[in-house]
């Protein structure tokens, strides 16, 4: 059967003692042995304290490492978080610069207005594209979790509670509302 190491200070200690009997020196020979037992018992004892000691320390110090490693990773994610979608803007804005140094003689309103049109449709898909979704709740259902109600109107044309008018639109990023679509809802007249 094979004995199972564990703790030193749960099992007990056995100690050997030699006897033997010599006139007046019974006591003094069996405590000799039995104080030696006990301080190599001690040394050792000490001695694993001080392995489990410095494992800790180092155990220790590894986790702070880690710790500190994260808070830095953490700041870096948070610093070029953004990069890719300033990268993506970076379009829209030249092209809103190119619209703005057209010649103010020779550029027609429609051209303007389409050059516009194209900007924003650029910007659109730059949002879209990150994940920001368009809340634009014309005629449907009031609700509550992505709409914000400003007045109340009565309308014949629609059932009660629904969109009547879209005052500002609203947007999700990934299912997280960024803002509510404001919005003006229908009643019975």
Do not use: C, W
Not at 48 to 73: F, G, V, Y
Not at 114 to 127: C, D, I, R
């Amino acid at each position: 059967m094979m004995k199972k190491k564990g703790n030193p200070f749960e099992e007990p200690v056995e100690l050997k003692v030699e006897q033997e009997v010599k006139s007046g020196h019974e006591e003094v020979e069996t405590a000799a042995p039995t104080q030696e037992v006990a301080d190599e018992a001690l040394v050792a004892a000490e001695q694993e304290l001080t392995l489990h000691r410095d494992a800790m320390l180092r155990m220790q110090a590894e986790m702070e490492n880690l710790r500190k490693r994260l808070i830095r990773d953490l700041e870096k994610s948070r610093r070029f978080a953004l990069e890719r979608i300033m990268k993506d803007l970076l379009q829209v804005r030249d092209s809103m610069e190119r619209g703005l140094e057209t010649d103010a003689e020779s550029a027609t309103a429609t051209a303007l207005l389409e050059g516009q049109a194209l900007t924003l449709k650029m910007l659109a898909k730059v949002m879209q594209d990150h994940g920001l979704e368009l809340i634009d709740p014309g005629g449907e259902a009031f609700n509550p979790e992505f709409h914000e109600a400003v007045t109340v109107l009565p309308s014949a044309d629609l059932d009660e509670n629904s969109v009547l008018e879209v005052l500002q639109k609203g947007y999700k990023l990934h299912d997280r509302l960024v803002r509510p679509a404001m919005v003006v809802v229908s009643r019975k007249p």
